[in-house]
Nanobody, 115 residues
Framework: QVQLVESGGGLVQPGGSLKLSCASS????????MGWYRQAPEKQRELVAD???????NYADSVKGRFIISRDNTKNTVYLEMNSLNPEDTAVYYC?????????WGQGTQVTVSP
């Protein structure tokens, strides 16, 4: 069973930055893709960004140019650097890891962008 531990959420003013981290307990060799999703109140969960084992990244149009996803395979950790945050980025952010054995979700971390 893979466990994901997220950190880095919080309250930030518009225009500010936050960096999320997600550490996976599983073997890095089994990981295919690591990514972040978010869910705002009364909205569906949506993909924010993901990165495969070769470093290829994929971003939602709404965060391109502002967010950067990266991973450290030695630590089996994925990061999401969020810049130029605006109130529309307010949501619970969930780490997602796809491995050869299945798909796993973190518990979620709240990001609130407010003056």
């Amino acid at each position: 069973q893979v466990q994901l531990v997220e950190s880095g959420g919080g309250l930030v003013q518009p225009g500010g930055s936050l960096k999320l981290s997600c550490a996976s307990s599983g073997s890095s060799f089994s990981v295919i893709v690591m990514g972040w999703y978010r869910q705002a109140p009364e909205k569906q969960r949506e993909l924010v960004a993901d990165i495969n084992r070769y470093g290829r990244t994929n971003y939602a149009d709404s965060v391109k140019g502002r967010f950067i996803i990266s991973r450290d395979n030695t630590k089996n950790t994925v990061y999401l650097e969020m810049n130029s945050l605006n109130p529309e980025d307010t949501a619970v952010y969930y780490c997602n890891v796809r491995t050869v054995f299945g798909v796993y979700w973190g518990q979620g971390t709240q990001v609130t962008v407010s003056p």
